[in-house]
């Protein structure tokens, strides 16, 4: 497998944790989104993926893009470890909290967007994150147990994580969030999350590896 990916995108450490906690070897191939005006922008990789968007995984003879989907494809074929419950409960929770940030929190903080808001980038993403931290907070009290839904990791874990880093690079407070708190700090000490740390990655400036 080939995985574009860029070191600081959310939704690239999304899959390279999936691709970790499910053992899965695979060659990195570095898209920086800022450098050269953003290389997802570049001819090449637009025939890659038309969204001209990271991340974008070859494999099995095919390209995948939108991490979920990368994610359930990988779940499909390599089921072990699960990252999607049996139970159609606890698996509608799941893809429930999954879409909370995936649809609801992560594309309104992106690049594209915040491109547009100028001056106000910084705000608006605080607002952003903050609005649906809130709705995320309450829904964990009720799913979580070590994670975010039981004690298993689950898709909606690696989700979480990324999420809440960029939150902190967004210098959100995390204080009103104990429960999403709690759980990225669990998570964060499983071998998976941190090799898949954006301070771990073969694009990372030096300033910023671990």
Not at 2 to 11: G, K, P, V
Not at 103 to 124: A, D, F, R, Y
Not at 173 to 190: C, F, H, Q, S, V
Request: with cysteine.
């Amino acid at each position: 497998p080939i995985l574009y990916s860029y070191f600081r995108s959310s939704c690239s450490w999304r899959v390279r944790i999936a691709l970790a906690l499910k053992g899965i070897s695979y060659d990195l191939v570095p898209v920086n989104l800022i450098k050269d005006g953003g290389q997802q922008f570049s001819a090449e990789f637009k025939a890659l993926n038309p969204m001209q968007q990271v991340p974008a995984l070859k494999i099995d003879g095919i390209t995948l893009s939108q991490s979920l989907a990368i994610i359930n494809y990988l779940e499909e074929t390599h089921p072990n470890p699960r990252l999607l419950p049996q139970d159609p409960k606890k698996r509608a929770k799941v893809r429930m909290i999954a879409d909370h940030i995936a649809s609801g929190i992560q594309p309104l903080q992106n690049l594209n967007v915040l491109k547009q808001m100028g001056e106000k980038k910084m705000e608006w993403a605080q607002n952003c994150i903050m609005s649906g931290f809130q709705a995320l907070e309450q829904i964990l009290q009720s799913t979580a147990g070590r994670y975010c839904v039981g004690d298993e990791v689950s898709m909606a874990d690696l989700c979480l994580v990324p999420q809440v880093a960029n939150a902190e690079r967004f210098k959100v407070d995390m204080g009103p969030y104990p429960t999403i708190t709690r759980i990225n700090k669990a998570l964060l000490e499983l071998e998976a999350f941190k090799t898949s740390h954006p301070s771990r990655q073969p694009d990372t400036p030096a300033e910023l590896r671990a």
